[in-house]
């Protein structure tokens, strides 16, 4: 067979496993959006087969023959072209792939959805004990799967290369030393001013409207709807069926207007980076994202350096007062930012300000290496949770429902997931100085309501790559340097160094 | 091996291709309900590469070989057992289905998916021309699948069998011509009677308020929310993924009342004997129902025999005047009964009255076997469709959307499932019949909202069975006597009788 042949035959193999995983997404999605309770135990079954096919399909003699034949042909060709990257791309995930079982793939599949069932139960009912077995499950299996990559440094980084490829645990735990001291100095001063006021964000808002708000911004941003659309879940997430097919999910309280209005504009972000990329890439491995961080550095630059932006709200402050005139009739544009941007210790991650964050994400990062290294048993945790939380930020959660089990990761079996949080921030920051350099108007684009240079900038440089390049190396090649914390210590402390005059 | 293990390991490999048609179900499901347009192409390949690996799993040669193996242990089980059922369904099923290419099933799945958005796009737009190319393609499908069936009586009978195992197409025209005569003569003499009023049920009635009327009825039905849920599609259907999740869609429209209601009772119908059936069925060929025509005895029960009854409105009236007294407080409950039964030729199948509907069945059969047999091409589909109905019914469809656009069957390939619709009318009036023989109470239990002895009954005598028996022989179990349009006849003539004075 010739060479172009046996490219277009990977293309094709390729192509079913990704009908797979498609659908394997899609059958997840649905779990978290629609399935009647009595679906459960079924759908474990369904994902788990879809996925033990996916799996074996991947690591087909088939593939790993086509990928060896295929070396020279990948040689030929420029090494930033699609069908250089497509095989190495897919190369680096056979060699993966082909190290975890066939087993391991469909347990983890069984055991994911039954934890998901048991922690939506243990969390509506504030009962740990309910989860346990199945935290103690998922921990079991990533202890599996860390084995298959044995010898490592670090028990933690086989989970950790899911997210990041390419990045260790020590890397990371570098990035986060140099950040940490300057977060907390930062939060430490900020703790010392006055307060700024809130309370009008927790007053009673129709939720219907904060839902049609939330969808009319993001399509003003340029949010596509012919290939999404917005449901509700419990806990707000993005999938994609392929290119033509990204959903986002989100939440609605009444009496928390950021829930939804971020919410959105962070799952938009997601969704927009997936949409972004070349449609050459669907059904491929280069379909999706570099890594998990970039894409939090996309949904949270959608919520953040933007969202949470002056110029963002003067464009939309005077349309969101109108459609809350009772609520937000009074508060000025200034006290509506300054509200919005709050810095305070608080519960909830997905809810916390940018300057507490981080925060948040070390914990939890902490939490899951101590359970990797056994040096912290499932059912410590609940306390080990309260004890860092109030080490951390002051406060002690006053139940586990907003505690240890307020998110969902640990119940999908996404333990190493965390750290790209943190990650997609400071390299959204970083993304953000060069855009800035690169568009220097980009402020006073805001303000007009203008998101074309700015979506096209990120189409252009992050979006239409999909997964062709390692995280470090597509971030050099954006910005000059691999991930950095300064700039986005150089973001927070600017920002709330207005917003609370320090 | 031991006969129980290889037992067993049929029960897991059916399984696993039960995991794989179920997903199929959810992708369709999911494109009928919610899936954004630019998730269409993508679907396409989901669904083939899903069905095509469902079909090689099943037509394998273990499964062959299992089922080779096991015939001994089959003939040592009582006949009706579940070992003895699985074996002896299993093997019809793997006969039929090694016959037909993996090829065709890949190719069937992409066309239909295709077929199913032009026709949605078609009929929106009255433009038959725009899906007259996919339904060439299904209908050169359809004859492609006929001829692994080869040689048959009528190229008809291998489509016919897909839904009505073990009936021919000869058996079918026979039961429709002795019908036939029948219907038009009632016809006649309803037409020939003053007609009843029917106007209320066109007035404006609150969408909202008709979605929860129809959940509350089957709600107080026994119908299981816990395994269920109910969402809007442009043609109502009813799709299982597995027995703990059987879901109904349904349309509202505000001026045509009689939509959302009996349409969400016939839809309930389909699901209480999808859920009706015995847990252990799940997941083997065994589960589902006998036959469409079964299938479409349970709906139509539901939709008709009982919810256009007059026991069932001295129940349920009072609270529908209640949820629309500006449109029905003024309306008797003799007027409401006459109302929902007019008889008058109408243009949608769906929401024809029962003394027309099986013409309408009539017709689209006899145009479906002029195709098969080469008589008719789909570029004059249009005109024969016009042409005959103007000869059964005596109107002329304004437009194609509304006349032969109207069904979503052709575009999913459903060629011969047309049938099933009149066959499902007699079958269940056959069993209700039977029903009133064995519970002589029943209209007053019916009077009195009380449904679980009615329920109860079909579980026992029709739902729990789920495919163990072929559509014949279940009905002269239950019956004694196999498909019989007499009890039919007697029904209309009862009921119509009462209603037009004949």
Redesign the interface.
């Known amino acids: 067979m010739q060479p172009e042949q046996q490219f277009q035959q990977l293309k094709e193999r390729l ?2 496993v990704a ?2 995983t ?2 394997a997404a ?2 997840d999605w ?1 779990q978290q959006t ?10 474990g ?2 994902l ?3 996925q033990q ?1 996916a799996h074996n399909k991947f690591v087909s003699e088939e593939i790993g023959q086509l990928l060896e034949d295929l070396q020279p042909y990948a040689s030929q060709h420029d090494p930033d072209s699609f069908e250089a990257r497509l095989v190495k791309v897919t190369r680096r995930r056979y060699e993966k792939e082909t190290r975890v079982t066939a087993e391991w793939v469909a347990e983890s599949a069984l055991a994911t959805t039954a934890a998901h069932e048991a922690w939506a139960k243990a969390r509506a009912e504030n009962n740990f004990a309910h989860f346990q077995p199945h935290l103690e499950r998922n921990l079991e299996l990533a202890h599996q799967y860390a084995e298959f990559f044995a010898p490592y440094q670090n028990a933690y980084d086989p989970l950790l290369d899911i997210f990041e490829p390419g990045m260790l645990t020590s890397d990371v735990k570098a990035i986060f030393a140099a950040l940490r001291p300057q977060q907390v100095e930062l939060i430490r001063q900020i703790a010392a001013q006055p307060q700024v006021e809130d309370g009008f964000m927790h007053l009673a808002y129709d939720e219907q409207k904060q839902w049609d708000l939330g969808e009319e911004i993001i399509t003003k941003m340029g949010f ?6 917005q ?1 509700k879940t419990l806990h707000p997430f993005t999938s994609s ?5 990204v ?1 986002i999910t989100t939440r609605v309280y009444a009496k928390h207007m950021s829930s939804a209005l971020f919410g959105t504009l962070h799952e938009a972000g997601h969704g927009m980076y997936s949409m972004g990329g070349d449609a050459s890439l ?2 491929t491995p280069l379909f999706g994202g570099a890594s998990s961080g970039l894409h939090e550095s996309q949904s949270r630059m959608w919520e953040n350096l933007v969202g949470r932006s002056y110029p963002f709200w003067q464009h939309f402050y005077p349309h969101l007062q109108q459609v809350f005139p009772s609520q937000l009739g009074n508060v000025s544009l200034e006290a509506f930012y300054k509200g919005i941007n709050k810095v305070e210790a608080s519960l909830i991650r997905v809810e916390a300000d940018e300057a507490t964050y981080n925060l948040h994400i070390m914990l939890r990062m902490e939490l899951e290496m101590a359970l990797m290294e056994n040096q912290l048993k499932v059912s410590d945790l609940p306390d080990a949770w309260n004890e860092r939380f109030r080490e951390y930020l002051g406060i002690t959660p006053p139940n586990d429902s907003d505690g240890v089990l307020q998110d969902v990761h640990w119940s999908a079996g996404l333990i190493g997931y965390f750290p790209s949080y943190a990650l997609g921030n400071l390299i959204g920051a970083q993304l953000w100085e060069r855009l800035h350099a690169d568009i220097p108007d980009l402020p006073e684009q805001i303000r007009r309501g203008e998101f074309s240079a700015w979506l096209g900038w990120l189409r252009e440089k992050v979006h239409r790559h999909g997964a062709m390049f390692e995280p470090q190396e597509l971030i050099q090649r954006v910005t000059g340097t691999k991930i950095d914390p300064a700039p986005y210590v150089r973001y927070l402390r600017q920002k709330y160094g207005a917003i609370y005059n320090l």
Chains 1, 2 share one sequence.
């Open positions: 192509g079913e009908d797979l498609y659908s899609l059958l649905d629609y399935m009647p309770p009595g679906g459960a135990a079924n759908r079954h369904q788990a087969t879809i096919i596509d709807w012919q290939r999404s659309r449901d069926f392929g290119w033509g097919d959903r669907d059904r």
